[in-house]
């Protein structure tokens, strides 16, 4: 991170290249809200992108929604369906951001071809917040401290609340949320 000052402007930070690619790719494979739904406030029939065949082998152009329904948004399926992002959706790969990624262009989402702040008249009205202080706090952090993890990746789990995913120790439930870190000086 070549910086000539230890607090950056907002512009600044959105001008680093590689920092942006960690958080976008931060984003897609952790989004904090993995999923949600909407409720249909009128009848409406919806075109796919694709058809789709159903469990009855009938083949589908178009969604039908009745007044009233409700339709489960499956966040974190579409951020990493292999389908859109490739057959190494599940890695973590900041560098992907460096090129247009053609399948993700055509999602509906508020920010960065995903659906991490959703899209839409409700979608969240902090993510430019949001970036903008994940970047900070990473800026910040990293050029002072190193993180390790201080527990074997395989302890590490998520948990679900009403609404965001946070970090568990797998055989640690009862202690609750936490994220072990080992964190040192970096060395100058
Ligand atoms: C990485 C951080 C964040 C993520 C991933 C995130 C994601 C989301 C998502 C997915 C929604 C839509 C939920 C739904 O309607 O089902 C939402 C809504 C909302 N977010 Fe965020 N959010 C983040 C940070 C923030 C911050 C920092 C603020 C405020 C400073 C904020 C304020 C809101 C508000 C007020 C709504 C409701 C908007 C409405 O219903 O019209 N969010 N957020």
Same mark, same amino acid.
């Given at each position: 991170?070549?910086v000539?000052?230890?607090?950056?402007?907002?512009?600044?930070?959105?001008? /680093?290249?590689?920092?942006?690619? =960690?958080?976008?790719?931060?984003?897609?494979?952790? $989004?904090?809200?993995?999923?949600?739904?909407?409720? $249909?406030?009128?009848?409406?029939?919806?075109?796919?992108?694709?058809? =789709?065949?159903?469990?009855?082998?009938?083949?589908?152009?178009t969604?039908?929604?009745?007044?009233?329904?409700?339709?489960?948004?499956?966040? =974190? $399926?579409?951020?990493?369906?292999?389908?859109?992002? +490739?057959?190494?959706?599940m890695?973590?790969?900041?560098?992907?951001?460096?090129?247009?990624i053609?399948?993700? @262009?055509?999602?509906? +989402?508020?920010?960065?071809?995903?659906?991490?702040?959703?899209? +839409?008249?409700? @979608?969240?009205? +902090?993510?430019?917040?949001?970036?903008?202080?994940?970047?900070?706090?990473?800026?910040? /952090?990293?050029?002072?401290?190193?993180?390790? /993890?201080?527990?074997?990746?395989?302890?590490?789990?998520?948990?679900?609340?009403?609404?965001?995913?946070r970090?568990?120790?797998?055989?640690?439930?009862?202690?609750?949320n936490?994220?072990? /870190?080992?964190?040192k000086?970096? $060395?100058r």
């Amino acid at each position: 991170m070549c910086v000539a000052t230890d607090r950056p402007t907002m512009d600044e930070l959105n001008a /680093l290249p590689y920092l942006d690619c =960690v958080v976008r790719e931060t984003l897609r494979l952790h $989004a904090p809200v993995p999923a949600t739904g909407r409720m $249909a406030l009128r009848d409406d029939i919806v075109p796919l992108a694709e058809p =789709v065949t159903d469990t009855r082998g009938v083949v589908h152009e178009t969604l039908r929604f009745r007044k009233g329904e409700m339709r489960f948004i499956p966040i =974190v $399926a579409m951020n990493r369906d292999v389908e859109i992002w +490739g057959l190494d959706a599940m890695e973590f790969i900041p560098e992907r951001w460096q090129a247009p990624i053609p399948g993700a @262009s055509a999602i509906p +989402g508020i920010w960065g071809h995903m659906l991490t702040f959703l899209g +839409g008249p409700r @979608s969240c009205i +902090g993510f430019r917040f949001a970036l903008v202080e994940m970047k900070a706090l990473l800026f910040t /952090l990293l050029r002072a401290f190193e993180f390790e /993890l201080a527990v074997p990746i395989e302890e590490m789990g998520q948990k679900g609340t009403a609404i965001v995913q946070r970090p568990i120790v797998i055989t640690g439930r009862e202690a609750g949320n936490q994220l072990p /870190l080992l964190v040192k000086p970096v $060395a100058r």
